[in-house]
């Protein structure tokens, strides 16, 4: 038995999911870049506003509209 459980957006576990965009279960997890203490800490961290992997693994790892923690973001 896996020590993971399928999400309801990506159902099977050894299936391989693509997408040009980024998925919503992903994208809220990145806060309005029109904010601009948001404009602040990324501009102060030298975030790349540009590369979404970027600022979910400085965003990311909580949230409080999502209950898993993500861990290990990189590209």
Known sequence: MSQFAALANFPTLDKIYKSEELWPFFSSRIPSLAL????DK???KGVNENDYLELLSFFGKRTITNPFELNNISH
């Open 36 to 39: 601009k203490n948001i404009q």
């Open 42 to 44: 990324i501009k102060k």
